[in-house]
């Protein structure tokens, strides 16, 4: 029987983006499998997915972990694309870097080896990080898809989030590198930070970054400039890239950079109703300012974003807002 345009997995399903793009497959006609971590106490609630219009019918849930590569075996069969948005965070480095690395490239290979043996799969789609990019040592403002991150750097200077950074930027690596061994279509997409609606619980760590003005806390700003994009731009480009002919590759996806000063501005004019810090209170605050990823690779295959930075926040700020975060 014929299943709308196609059957596709999508990994980490529980996420913040893993979670939109389902939905965005939904909406788009497809039919998903999702994978997410063994529950043995049944605790987790993902009725967030279970709700999504036509997930009764087109949503299928498998258990699998990044620990055990061969667990995402049955849940890659008979499809036709994989976005592969599961990744360990650790911020914090509370397991040593180079296991957090090895689960992560392991995780991605093993899935690669089922795309392989599935022989349905015709394009796998990886959800990089700008942090795969950005710490290269070079005093560059805007970045391409020839950049990578340093990895000797990251382990040497450990800046935040350097475990995460260096798991990224080896992993995109590995699975550039296994399908171009072995055949199968492999893309990568690049993102910043994701701001705009979400379906999932928690709220997004991204977006808590992103609104760290909004929502009061000044000793939380570790950015004064951000590269972004709208959650659902994400989900359109990986579902882009799936339906059309693009060369196989890395691709950055982030059409936004957005100052401390700006969002100060656009925050204060906007929305009166919250204490925002003003641009000469912001100009003692020290953090990084983070590169431009030039997003034209993607623009010339085609892809169109579709939202603005006001866009963006007013998503993000309503949905915090209807989930008692603001």
Known sequence: MAEGKGRVCVTG??????????????????????????????????????????????????????????????????????????????????????????????????????????????????????????????????????DWSDVDLLRTVKPFAWSYAVSKTLAEKAVLEFGQQNGINVVTLILPFIVGPFICPKLPDSIDKALVLVLGKKEQIGVIRFHMVHVDDVARAHIYLLENHVPRGRYNCSPFIVTIEEMSKLFSAKYPEFQILSVDELKEVKGARLPHLNSKKLVDAGFEFKYSVGDMFDDAIQCCKEKGYL
Do not use: M
């Not at 699998?64 to 994989?82: K, M, Q, Y």
């Not at 976005?83 to 965070?89: G, K, L, M, V």
């Not at 911020?91 to 795309?115: N, Q, Y």
């Open 13 to 146: 399903g529980t996420g913040f983006l893993g979670s939109w793009i389902i939905k965005s497959l939904l909406e788009n006609g497809y039919y998903v499998n999702t994978t997410i971590r063994p529950d043995p106490d049944g605790k987790r609630d993902i009725s967030f997915l279970t709700n999504l219009p036509d997930a009764t019918e087109r949503l299928h849930f498998f258990n699998a972990d990044l620990s055990n590569p061969e667990s995402f075996s049955t849940a890659v069969e008979g499809c036709i694309g994989i976005f592969h948005t599961a990744s360990p965070i650790d911020f914090a480095v509370s397991e040593p870097e180079e296991i957090v690395t090895k689960r992560t490239v392991d995780g991605a290979l093993g899935i690669l080896k089922a795309c392989v043996n599935s022989k349905t799969v015709k394009r796998f789609i990886y959800t990089s990080s700008g942090s795969a990019v950005s710490f290269n040592g070079k005093d560059k403002q805007v970045l391409d898809e020839t």
